[in-house]
Structure formats: structure tokens, C-alpha cells
């Protein structure tokens, strides 16, 4: 994996009195003791930084401070440090003990607000008491997010994550291309796009759309075919395109006509990655082989209507699934907004491409199933999923291959349903409608 280099990460300064569990908070998040911890008053005395991977935001510096409310020569110098903190701060954590709250909380808030930094306020030690009647509303009216914990038993911090990706600047959260970085300059891409019934009069979807500029912003180019037409095409080429692009729908016979060798995957992917977090939807992905006959299923559009969506998420994929579980699954499919509080009734949650969402939603979206304990994939996995050609279309992103092939190989049933017949044979079928 490429390192991310210090100013690429986002840098989370850890800010507030001594004592208040600043370093139990950022070993909670890192899940390491990387800062000491003591019951005495003025344990941090230097900045403590620690570089880590934040799922589903990526790199991210933590930085645990001395707390500021500090007396005497000594206690200067460490204010002295972590105002420096504050200088190269992008999202700021402000913790705070019990309800605890004065003058000096709103100094630190007003610190932050001058230096156009979002601010977190961190209830910590929320078992010994929360915050002062009202407190929390007013702060959240002055657009401040805040969040209880109790750091030293690791509690509360599904709601930190989360009010994290909602702070972290668009420059951090908007990070990866659609497609432009896979193939390079000069280089050529093929796109699937069946024109069938269900294709919109006229005109292309979207994340066709989306991928043809991007594609022009990087300087390299494009042919689109329809799935007929692919083979045809390739042949004709007189060395192979950088990638194959396809319509999640027709994978099947793209995967077979596309050959070994050749890099393709589908536009729901490339909005898998784009949007969201490919991890955790090849997660999601495989949660489907946990999945049996009676489960529930939860299908997200994240737009009202669209009629091929609508198909692929009510009809086919729907039908895939059951071929796959080998019996009869519980669907469920929500749009735009709604998304149910009962999560973690379903088994799996499906969610479309969102391409007419901005990243952070769909991060959101994804910590919510998350906390609820509830794998989520999307339309592209699932279909790959189901239809056995999974590392063919992860091939382009060799970090998420990696995860699928690391954690396939610590699941020792995977694959066992398949060998013993379960599942598979009528899953493989192709555009079922
Ligand atoms: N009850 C309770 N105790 C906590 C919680 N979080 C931390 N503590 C305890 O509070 C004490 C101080 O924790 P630290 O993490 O060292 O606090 P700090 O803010 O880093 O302190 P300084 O470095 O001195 O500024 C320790 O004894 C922790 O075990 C909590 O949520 N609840
Ligand atoms: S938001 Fe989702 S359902 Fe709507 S067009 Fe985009 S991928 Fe399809
Ligand atoms: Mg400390």
C-alpha cells in the first residue's frame, strides 16, 4: 500500500483540561496504548502523535495534547505546545469530563471557530455524568457536533466516528477519482453499456457519465460498446485497453469475453470506491455467504426513482440473491433519504452506486449499518458476488483484493457451500428479468 505522506493526513488535535481522558480516548481509537494514562492531573506533558489508517476516512495523524488548563512556568511551556497543536489542527476534538463546562471550554471552541476548524465536543466519563441540562443543544444550534463517551471501556465511539466524517473537510472526505487514476494518460478504457429495454431514452446514466469526463480530465480516452459489440472491439485494438468498464448487469459476459490478463470491473464498483469505503463493502460482499433462506435484505436507491435501478434493485438482484442463498430472502427496498432505525434487523444491506450522492452521505450511511452491526455491500459487489467472478472485477484495486483475499483465507467455510453444491448453479445465470 502507498504511504500517505504527513500532510496528506488529516490531522484530529485531542484538546482539554487535564485529566479528562484524552489519551484514554485516543487509545480507545487507535486501540493502542500509545499515550500514557494515569490518574494524575498533567500525565501528557508532550504531544503524543500517532498516524493511522481511520476507516472510512483513510489517513489521519491523531494528536493527544498536554492539557491546557495548566498553572506555573511549566504549565506555559505546555500551553505553549499545544496552541502549536491548534495551528495544524483540520478537525478539532474537545474533550470534556463529566459536564464539566466554563470559560475555558469556550475558549478552546472559540480558538478553533477562529481558525475555521470544525470542533467536536467530546462528553467523556459519561458514566460518572453528562452534560449540564441543555448544554448539548446549544452547541449543536452553534453547528458544534457533539458526542458522549466513556473512554477507558471504549463506549460511544461509533457516534466519534461518525461525527468525524461529517467534520473532516471535503479535501479529505472527496479523495479518490472515479476512474482517471486507473488508467493512465494516453490510455485506453472500454465501456460496456447495454442498450436494452430498460436503458433511459436517449441518453446515458450518470455514472456513464461520470466516468466518460473523468476519464477526458485525465487525459486519456474512451470507446463505448454495447456488451454484442465487446469482443468485436477488443479484437480490433491493436494492444489491450487499460481497463474494461461495464454495466454491473452484463458482468458475466463481459468477464467472459474481456481476456485474463485484461483489468475489468463494473461502474458500480468504480462508485463503490469513489463513494464510499471498498473494504467495507468487500465485507459486505461476503457477508452474503452467511446469508440463508428466510434472512432480510434491505436494497437502498439513493435517489427516488430511476427505471433501471428500480429493476436491478427489486427484480434482479433480489432473484440473484435467492439463487446464491438457494432459497427465499426477505427483501426490503427503501429511496432518496429514508433509511430505517432497524437496521440491525436485516442480515445484509444492498445499496446502489449513489451516484447523485457526495461521499460523505454514503460514509455516513456505511457507519450507520456499521453501528448497527448490519454488513453492507453495493449493487456491483453483490452482483459480482453472487455470480462467482468477485477477484475478477477487485482486480484494478489491489487493496481491496488483498482484503478479500486475506479474509477468504481466514474463513475457513468459505467456498465450502459451493463445493458441496448448495449454492451457485442457477446464481450464475446472467440477466434474469
Ligand atoms: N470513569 C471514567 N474514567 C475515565 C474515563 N476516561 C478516562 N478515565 C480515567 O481518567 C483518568 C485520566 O485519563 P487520561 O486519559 O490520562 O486523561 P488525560 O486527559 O490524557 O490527562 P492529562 O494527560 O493529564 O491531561 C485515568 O484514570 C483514566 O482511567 C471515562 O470515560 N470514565
Ligand atoms: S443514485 Fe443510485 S439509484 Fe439513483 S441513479 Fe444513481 S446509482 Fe442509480
Ligand atoms: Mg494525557
Known amino acids: 500500500m502507498r504511504r500517505a505522506?504527513?500532510?496528506?493526513?488529516?490531522?484530529?488535535?485531542?484538546?482539554?483540561?487535564?485529566?479528562?481522558?484524552?489519551?484514554?480516548?485516543?487509545?480507545?481509537?487507535?486501540?493502542?496504548?500509545?499515550?500514557?494514562?494515569?490518574?494524575?492531573?498533567?500525565?501528557?506533558t508532550d504531544p503524543v502523535e500517532k498516524p493511522m489508517e481511520l476507516l472510512p476516512i483513510g489517513p489521519v495523524l491523531f494528536i493527544d495534547t498536554a492539557g491546557i488548563d495548566d498553572v506555573g512556568a511549566l504549565g506555559q511551556m505546555r500551553v505553549d505546545k499545544t496552541r502549536q497543536v491548534l495551528d495544524r489542527t483540520d478537525v478539532g476534538l474537545l474533550v470534556v469530563?463529566?459536564?464539566?463546562?466554563?470559560?475555558?471550554?469556550?475558549?478552546?471552541?472559540?480558538?478553533?471557530?477562529?481558525?475555521?476548524?470544525?470542533a467536536i465536543v467530546v462528553f467523556n466519563k459519561s458514566d460518572l455524568g453528562g452534560p449540564a441540562p441543555g448544554l448539548a443543544e446549544k452547541l449543536r444550534e452553534e453547528k458544534v457536533a457533539c458526542?458522549?463517551?466513556?473512554?477507558?471501556?471504549?463506549?460511544?465511539?461509533?457516534?466519534?466516528?461518525?461525527?468525524?466524517?461529517?467534520?473532516?473537510?471535503?479535501?479529505?472526505?472527496?479523495?479518490?477519482?472515479?476512474?482517471?487514476?486507473?488508467?493512465?494518460?494516453g490510455e485506453l478504457a472500454v465501456l460496456v453499456v447495454p442498450i436494452d429495454k430498460e436503458a433511459p431514452k436517449g441518453r446515458l446514466i450518470q455514472p456513464q457519465v461520470q466516468t466518460i469526463r473523468d476519464l477526458l480530465d485525465g487525459d486519456s480516452y474512451c470507446i463505448v460498446v454495447k456488451e454484442r459489440e465487446l469482443r468485436d472491439a477488443l479484437e480490433r485494438l491493436k494492444r489491450p485497453p487499460a481497463l474494461v468498464v461495464t454495466d454491473s448487469q452484463a458482468f458475466l459476459k463481459v468477464a467472459g469475453d474481456t481476456p485474463p490478463g485484461v483489468k475489468m470491473t463494473s461502474f458500480s464498483i468504480l462508485l463503490a470506491r469513489q463513494k464510499g469505503d471498498l473494504?467495507?463493502?468487500?465485507?459486505?460482499?461476503?457477508a452474503i455467504e452467511n446469508l440463508r433462506p428466510g434472512d432480510r435484505v434491505l436494497v437502498a436507491e439513493a435517489c427516488s426513482h430511476h427505471p433501471i435501478t428500480e429493476d436491478i434493485g427489486r427484480v434482479?438482484?433480489?432473484?440473484?440473491?435467492?439463487?446464491?442463498?438457494?432459497?427465499?430472502?426477505?427483501?426490503?427496498?427503501?429511496?432518496?433519504?429514508?433509511?430505517?432505525?432497524?437496521?440491525?434487523?436485516y442480515?445484509?444491506?444492498?445499496?446502489?452506486?449513489?451516484?447523485?450522492?457526495?461521499?460523505?452521505?454514503?460514509?455516513?450511511?456505511?457507519?450507520?449499518?456499521?453501528?448497527?452491526?448490519?454488513?453492507?455491500?453495493?449493487y456491483g459487489m453483490t452482483i459480482a458476488y453472487t455470480l462467482g467472478i468477485f477477484d475478477r472485477a477487485l482486480e484494478p484495486f489491489p487493496d481491496a483484493l488483498e482484503t478479500y483475499r486475506r479474509l477468504k483465507a481466514e474463513r475457513p467455510t468459505e467456498g465450502v457451500r459451493k463445493e458441496k453444491g448448495e449454492i451457485g448453479g442457477k446464481g450464475r445465470r446472467e440477466r434474469e428479468v
Not at 472559540?110 to 475555521?116: H, I, N, Q, W, Y
Not at 473494504?279 to 461476503?286: D, I, K, S
Not at 434482479?316 to 432497524?342: A, C, S
Open 279 to 286: 473494504a467495507e463493502f468487500v465485507h459486505g460482499a461476503m
Open 347 to 378: 442480515q445484509l444491506v444492498v445499496h446502489c452506486g449513489a451516484c447523485m450522492w457526495n461521499r460523505r452521505e454514503v460514509l455516513a450511511r456505511m457507519l450507520r449499518c456499521r453501528q448497527a452491526g448490519v454488513p453492507i455491500s453495493n
Open 97 to 118: 469530563a463529566a459536564g464539566q463546562w466554563a470559560e475555558f471550554e469556550e475558549g478552546i471552541l472559540r480558538e478553533l471557530r477562529d481558525r475555521k476548524v470544525p
Open 5 to 44: 505522506p504527513k500532510s496528506f493526513r488529516l490531522h484530529i488535535g485531542i484538546f482539554g483540561r487535564r485529566n479528562t481522558g484524552k489519551s484514554s480516548l485516543l487509545n480507545a481509537l487507535v486501540r493502542q496504548q500509545v499515550s500514557i494514562v494515569s490518574e494524575v492531573a498533567g500525565t501528557t
Open 316 to 345: 434482479k438482484i433480489p432473484r440473484w440473491l435467492r439463487q446464491y442463498v438457494g432459497g427465499e430472502l426477505e427483501v426490503h427496498v427503501t429511496q432518496g433519504r429514508d433509511f430505517p432505525d432497524n437496521l440491525a434487523s
Open 147 to 185: 458526542v458522549e463517551t466513556v473512554a477507558n471501556r471504549g463506549e460511544g465511539f461509533l457516534g466519534l466516528r461518525e461525527a468525524l466524517v461529517k467534520a473532516a473537510p471535503d479535501d479529505f472526505i472527496n479523495a479518490p477519482s472515479v476512474v482517471s487514476d486507473l488508467v493512465p494518460p
